[in-house]
């Protein structure tokens, strides 16, 4: 028996890196899976990689998740499709790069990344529970991703790291406020993952970025989906309001071992 059969999944942010690896995942472990994207060609391009993978039956619904309207309309087609949803995974994130420093960035950007990231992972959170969780007697699972950069800043990203640290609070809160019905909320806090990012990265940059890991090298998206599988499923039984660190031991480390003198 694999652990997801007859489980319906949302994974956000689903067509792309990380996101794949986590659709990938849940399919493999026999679920249903309804993956979206922020835009109709995007949306499109991760479904086509899944297919490529040899990865069948995902659903693709381009939703952009900071639109109220667009997540309605998401759950509809779940719902009318499936009837039911048992786990939602907060995969999407606006990364919020080339926002520059916090002297000059633009607010309206940090409310951008506020918007997908926090208000987003929210607002689909709450649809999920409303629409189906609350009238499921099995309940539901919710995984918000999370970063190491929500505990330890990274240059240039001060709304991405805010916003991740906002996710840690809202899990927090979330799985208190839904643990008496029966839902749980969890969270994966990765460090480095290779993502199509680091195929136009300087070979010097990545083999320091490597440095900076005690494992020694970054974790692969589908180390990623382990944990997340983990916490989605039956076997995290036990625990709500977690968040999980799959950051190749740099939270740990005080200084990277070529400055550790
Ligand atoms: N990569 C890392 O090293 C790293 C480290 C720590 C934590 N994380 C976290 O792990 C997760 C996956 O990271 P990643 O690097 O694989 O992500 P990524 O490559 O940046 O992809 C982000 C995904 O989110 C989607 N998205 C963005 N805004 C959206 C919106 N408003 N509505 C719906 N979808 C939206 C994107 O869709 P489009 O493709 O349509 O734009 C894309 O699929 C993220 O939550 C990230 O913050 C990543």
Request: charged fraction near 25%.
């Given at each position: 028996?694999?652990?997801?059969?007859?489980?319906?999944?949302?994974?956000?942010?689903?067509?792309?890196?990380?996101?794949?690896?986590?659709?990938?995942?849940?399919?493999?472990?026999?679920?249903?899976?309804?993956?979206?994207?922020?835009?109709?060609?995007?949306?499109?391009?991760?479904?086509?990689?899944?297919?490529?993978?040899?990865?069948?039956?995902?659903?693709?619904?381009?939703?952009?998740?900071?639109d109220?309207?667009?997540?309605?309309a998401?759950?509809?087609?779940?719902?009318?499709?499936?009837?039911?949803?048992?786990?939602?995974?907060?995969?999407?994130?606006?990364?919020?790069?080339?926002?520059?420093?916090?002297?000059?960035?633009?607010?309206?950007?940090?409310?951008?990344?506020?918007?997908?990231?926090v208000?987003?992972g929210?607002?689909?959170?709450?649809?999920?529970?409303?629409?189906?969780?609350?009238?499921?007697?099995?309940?539901?699972?919710?995984?918000?991703?999370?970063?190491?950069?929500?505990?330890?800043?990274?240059?240039?990203?001060?709304?991405?790291?805010?916003?991740?640290g906002a996710?840690?609070?809202?899990?927090?809160?979330?799985?208190?406020?839904?643990?008496?019905?029966?839902?749980?909320?969890?969270?994966?806090?990765?460090?480095?993952?290779?993502?199509d990012?680091?195929?136009?990265?300087?070979?010097?940059?990545?083999?320091?970025?490597?440095?900076?890991?005690?494992?020694?090298?970054?974790?692969?998206?589908?180390?990623?989906?382990?944990?997340?599988?983990?916490?989605?499923?039956?076997?995290?039984?036990?625990?709500?309001?977690?968040?999980?660190?799959?950051?190749a031991?740099?939270?740990?480390?005080?200084?990277?071992?070529?400055?550790?003198?």
């Amino acid at each position: 028996m694999k652990r997801f059969e007859g489980k319906v999944v949302l994974v956000t942010g689903g067509n792309r890196n990380t996101g794949l690896d986590l659709v990938e995942r849940f399919v493999r472990e026999g679920a249903k899976v309804y993956m979206c994207g922020l835009t109709a060609e995007s949306t499109a391009e991760g479904a086509a990689k899944l297919e490529q993978r040899g990865v069948e039956g995902v659903v693709s619904v381009p939703c952009d998740i900071s639109d109220a309207a667009q997540v309605t309309a998401l759950f509809d087609t779940i719902e009318r499709e499936s009837g039911r949803l048992d786990i939602l995974v907060n995969n999407a994130a606006n990364q919020g790069l080339g926002h520059g420093g916090p002297l000059e960035m633009d607010p309206a950007m940090f409310f951008d990344v506020f918007k997908t990231n926090v208000v987003g992972g929210f607002q689909v959170t709450q649809e999920a529970c409303n629409r189906f969780f609350m009238k499921q007697e099995s309940r539901g699972s919710v995984v918000f991703l999370s970063s190491n950069t929500a505990k330890r800043a990274i240059r240039n990203r001060t709304a991405y790291c805010s916003s991740k640290g906002a996710i840690n609070s809202m899990v927090r809160a979330l799985a208190l406020d839904l643990a008496p019905l029966g839902i749980r909320v969890n969270c994966c806090a990765p460090g480095y993952i290779y993502t199509d990012r680091w195929d136009v990265l300087d070979p010097e940059k990545a083999a320091r970025r490597r440095l900076n890991c005690p494992l020694r090298h970054e974790a692969k998206g589908s180390d990623i989906a382990g944990v997340v599988a983990f916490l989605a499923s039956d076997d995290s039984a036990n625990m709500t309001g977690e968040i999980v660190t799959c950051d190749a031991g740099c939270s740990c480390q005080h200084m990277p071992e070529d400055v550790d003198v």
